[in-house]
């Protein structure tokens, strides 16, 4: 997990669920928003950092001797970094040049120390988000358009109320970088999403009004398309939610004051949880003072998970 503390570090911890013990993989000043993730095999950490030229790039550590790497240089942003460790293929979402408004998604061939860019050419089609499973080597992006958001915005500030929610789409794409098929639409504040490790649902974590703010977390079969409810909350801001193994249930951030501020005088407490699906119970896996957990991932990198 990615964990800022009070003096805006990130500190990017490896949590074992038997023993429950942490392990510091990474400590760094925050200068982008923190993202890094883990290789097993290399006994590497990759990460994004800002660079003197003021663009944020890969980088990597090894663990081994502690030597540090930037790896690219020619975005102006990368961050939400997803790791092929079997194939050692770096997934991450980028924006090509300053100018540009649409992230979009690339690819880092460890072995050959090659970048393939997705170089969308219409320049409205963003990435919101994207999940990695390495059991079926399938990748879940999710895009919407920039344009049909910032519309939406401008016609909320001008009527003076809280703008509509964006439309996104949820794809599948192979290792390659190469969509498959689009899953389902969604007109909604999208808070997470990601694939069960069998490849057949989707899990999404969302609100459908700012002023509410009724967070939902529900799972959506792609073959059917059908959504179903698991969890609502009118009190607690949850998101990134990512199914356990054996899908019994799933690991999801919960931020009991809804908003995430470090400071001396609010203390957010923003927790690691597992629901239990049959049991329909929530238990508190992992939380620590003086800061707050950003991001995590589970099954495929820490806790496998």
Do not use: C
């Not at 909320?156 to 789409?169: D, Q």
Request: glycine fraction near 2%; proline fraction near 3%; avoid cysteine.
């Amino acid at each position: 997990m990615n964990f800022v503390d009070r003096k805006l570090n990130q500190n990017f911890f490896q949590y074992d669920l038997n023993t429950k013990t942490n392990k510091i993989l990474l400590k760094k000043e925050i200068t982008e928003y923190p993202t890094a993730t883990y290789s097993k095999s290399n006994n590497e950490v990759y990460f994004t950092y800002k660079t003197k030229n003021k663009t944020s790039q890969l980088f990597k550590t090894n663990l081994n001797n502690s030597q540090t790497a930037q790896l690219t240089n020619e975005f102006n942003h990368v961050d939400f970094l997803e790791l092929d460790e079997e194939n050692q293929l770096l997934f991450m979402r980028v924006l090509m040049s300053g100018s540009d408004r649409n992230f979009q998604l690339a690819i880092y061939d460890l072995k050959n120390k090659e970048i393939h860019k997705w170089d969308n050419q219409d320049k409205d089609t963003s990435v919101k988000m994207i999940d990695y499973n390495p059991d079926k080597e399938q990748l879940l992006v999710v895009t919407n358009s920039v344009k049909k958001e910032y519309e939406k915005i401008d016609q909320a500030n001008k009527k003076g109320i809280p703008p509509e929610p964006p439309v996104y789409i949820l794809s599948i794409y192979n290792k390659d970088g190469k969509k498959v098929k689009d899953i389902t639409t969604l007109e909604t504040f999208l808070t997470g999403a990601s694939l069960s490790s069998d490849g057949k649902d989707v899990l999404i974590s969302y609100f459908n009004n700012l002023e509410e703010q009724i967070y939902n977390i529900a799972t959506i079969d792609i073959e059917s398309q059908n959504k179903t409810l698991l969890l609502q909350d009118p009190k607690i801001s949850m998101r990134e939610p990512e199914y356990s193994k054996d899908k019994s249930g799933f690991y999801f951030l919960a931020n009991k004051n809804k908003q995430i501020e470090i400071n001396d005088k609010n203390d957010n407490t923003v927790t690691i949880n597992f629901y239990d699906i049959k049991e329909k119970k929530i238990t508190e896996i992992w939380s620590q003072v003086d800061g707050e957990v950003v991001n995590f991932f589970v099954g495929k990198w820490i806790f496998n998970e």
